[in-house]
T-cell receptor, first 115, second 119 residues
Framework: ETGVTQTPRHLVMGMTNKKSLKCEQHLGHNAMYWYKQSAKKPLELMFVYSLEERVENNSVPSRFSPECPNSSHLFLHLHTLQPEDSALYLC??????????????FGQGTRLTVV | AQKITQTQPGMFVQEKEAVTLDCTYDTSDQSYGLFWYKQPSSGEMIFLIYQGSYDEQNATEGRYSLNFQKARKSANLVISASQLGDSAMYFCAMRVSGEAAGNNRKLIWGLGTSLAVNP
């Protein structure tokens, strides 16, 4: 069982659809993250949740709506997306504020295509 | 400005040889951390190695070592005895100190280097 699990692995959706990405971590971490990875761009941090509270929102459009019901689960709700939102969406977790570096552990990502 | 630069879009190495992947960084922080991650075609980002700005010795983890040159602001990854399974994208990232103590969540990422290991 991998430490961070993301579902689905692949998603194709129309611009008028509503879908959700799911992330689950089994590492006992207290922080979870959503990243967007687009071709030829650095990894973009979208949201950070620490102890189930959103602590960072990096100017992400409102068509992306995160939800963190508990420290092990993180969702990204999607609605009325644009073709430029097509990307690999990565979830990560770490132990926030604990050790000096506290590396993040990532899931395998959801490859999203908006048509 | 805080930035990570990886100047090698693609690299090739012969199996069993060593390879160095370049990473330079820019920050005015005195306290920072540098990470290397590997991303195979499956998509998962795999943590490889970490170097803290105050660490006096270069970090090593198995076949991975980090050539940390603070004055030059470089943190190159050295992979020894390359294996076919090392073929992947490699990302350098920097953790910058946040406004509050323990704010260790923000990573600045480079664009990555694609490494191909030839048999």
């Amino acid at each position: 069982e991998t430490g961070v699990t993301q579902t689905p692995r692949h998603l194709v959706m129309g611009m008028t659809n509503k879908k959700s990405l799911k992330c689950e971590q089994h590492l006992g971490h207290n922080a979870m993250y959503w990243y967007k990875q687009s071709a030829k761009k650095p990894l973009e941090l979208m949201f950070v949740y620490s102890l189930e509270e959103r602590v960072e929102n990096n100017s992400v459009p409102s068509r992306f709506s995160p939800e963190c019901p508990n420290s092990s689960h993180l969702f990204l709700h999607l609605h009325t997306l644009q073709p430029e939102d097509s990307a690999l969406y990565l979830c990560a977790s770490s132990q926030y504020g604990d050790r000096g570096h506290a590396e993040a552990f990532f899931g395998q990502g959801t490859r999203l295509t908006v048509v | 400005a805080q930035k990570i630069t990886q100047t090698q879009p693609g690299m090739f190495v012969q199996e069993k040889e060593a390879v160095t992947l370049d990473c330079t960084y820019d920050t005015s922080d005195q306290s920072y951390g540098l990470f290397w991650y590997k991303q195979p075609s499956s998509g998962e980002m795999i943590f490889l190695i970490y170097q803290g700005s105050y660490d006096e010795q270069n970090a090593t983890e198995g076949r991975y070592s980090l050539n940390f040159q603070k004055a030059r602001k470089s943190a190159n990854l050295v992979i020894s005895a390359s294996q076919l399974g090392d073929s992947a994208m490699y990302f350098c990232a920097m953790r910058v100190s946040g406004e509050a103590a323990g704010n260790n969540r923000k990573l600045i990422w480079g664009l990555g280097t694609s490494l191909a290991v030839n048999p």
